[in-house]
């Protein structure tokens, strides 16, 4: 923990004991973490199904998989020959997503995904 981590922390936990969160708006009801705001409207009930369902949006899983390539390649822990085939997927999942942060094949890959749970009664065939 680095010294504004510290500072920071030092504050929250005397906001604390001073009862400065106490009578903020909502305090002692659950967060609503559910925020599909950005979601287009036609779209909300679709997506709010998937993920119920426990499905993602391939450009979604794209992206978690470029998060835990980053964090592989600078990682100390990593090898050279695991972190150049991190590199190289990583460039992969970048072009895929390409400037619309959409891609065809991950979005065809997805549905034959989600055809073939829905077809094996819920059980995946792989993936």
């Known amino acids: 923990m680095d010294c504004l981590d510290r500072i920071a922390e030092e504050?929250?936990?005397q906001a604390q004991r001073e009862g400065a969160f106490e009578n903020l708006p909502g305090n002692g009801k659950p967060l609503v973490l559910d925020?599909?705001?950005m979601i287009p409207p036609e779209l909300r009930a679709a997506y709010r199904i998937l993920k119920n369902a426990g499905y993602a949006p391939p450009?979604?899983?794209a992206r978690r998989d470029i998060a835990d390539l980053e964090a592989a390649?600078?990682?100390p822990a990593t090898d050279d020959p695991t972190r150049r085939q991190a590199i190289a997927r990583l460039h992969l999942l970048r072009a895929r997503l390409g400037a619309t942060g959409r891609d065809l094949r991950i979005e065809q890959?997805?549905?034959e995904r989600l055809v073939g749970k829905m077809t094996h009664g819920g059980k995946s065939s792989g993936g």
């Open 11 to 13: 504050r929250i936990l």
């Open 35 to 37: 925020d599909d705001s």
């Open 59 to 61: 450009e979604v899983l």
């Open 73 to 75: 390649i600078t990682d």
């Open 109 to 111: 890959a997805y549905w």
